[in-house]
Nanobody
Framework: QVQLVESGGGLVQAGGSLRLSCAAS????????MSWFRQDAGKEREFVAF????????YYADSVKGRFTISRDNAKNTLYLQMNSLKPEDTALYYC???????????????WGQGTQVTVSS
């Protein structure tokens, strides 16, 4: 079992940057594929990016490709999401998730954090 805690969200102007972190408990962090999802009020949860357990494979939603970068530090049991050139439509509650395969659908992840709010003002 793994517990996930996100941090780093906040209020930023359009064009700005934020770096989200997801701290994981346990000693088997590297076995999990990790992903970021987001959900805005009244909308469905949306895939953002995933990364393989080793960190060698990544995949992004088209809406964030070229602006966001997912990474992980297995020695620190931490997942990151660097978000640049933020847009108002990036406003959402951002969740990290852990699973056994790097997939882009939410049902593929067994463990979830509580989320961190990102708000981008225009």
């Amino acid at each position: 079992q793994v517990q996930l805690v996100e941090s780093g969200g906040g209020l930023v102007q359009a064009g700005g940057s934020l770096r989200l972190s997801c701290a994981a408990s346990g000693r088997t962090f590297s076995v999990y594929a990790m992903s970021w999802f987001r959900q805005d009020a009244g909308k469905e949860r949306e895939f953002v990016a995933f990364i393989s357990g080793s960190g060698g494979g990544t995949y992004y939603a088209d809406s964030v490709k070229g602006r966001f970068t997912i990474s992980r530090d297995n020695a620190k049991n931490t997942l990151y999401l660097q978000m640049n050139s933020l847009k108002p439509e990036d406003t959402a509650l951002y969740y990290c998730a852990a699973g056994y395969s790097p997939v882009s659908y939410s049902t593929g992840y067994r463990y979830w954090g509580q989320g961190t709010q990102v708000t981008v003002s225009s």
